[in-house]
């Protein structure tokens, strides 16, 4: 338990950094549907395509870092 308390703040931290994106990009979608409309388009879609990739291996990263074992 001692870990697992030890670990919560990092724990937490990667949760809120791996929401924070995808829940910015359905707000600015629902407050201004035509900006956002043009990640879905053309070169939009490899950046949007290309910035999921980093987030995965940034959040599987942070996971990594995180989990100790005992």
Do not use: C, H, Q
């Amino acid at each position: 338990r001692d870990v697992a308390s030890l670990t919560a703040e990092g724990r937490m931290s990667a949760i809120i950094l791996g929401m924070l994106p995808p829940g910015l990009g359905v707000v600015m979608y629902f407050m201004n549907t035509e900006y956002i409309s043009k990640l879905f388009t053309g070169t939009g879609l490899i950046l949007l395509v290309a910035s999921i990739v980093m987030m995965l291996i940034g959040f599987f990263w942070m996971k990594k870092t995180i989990t100790i074992e005992v």
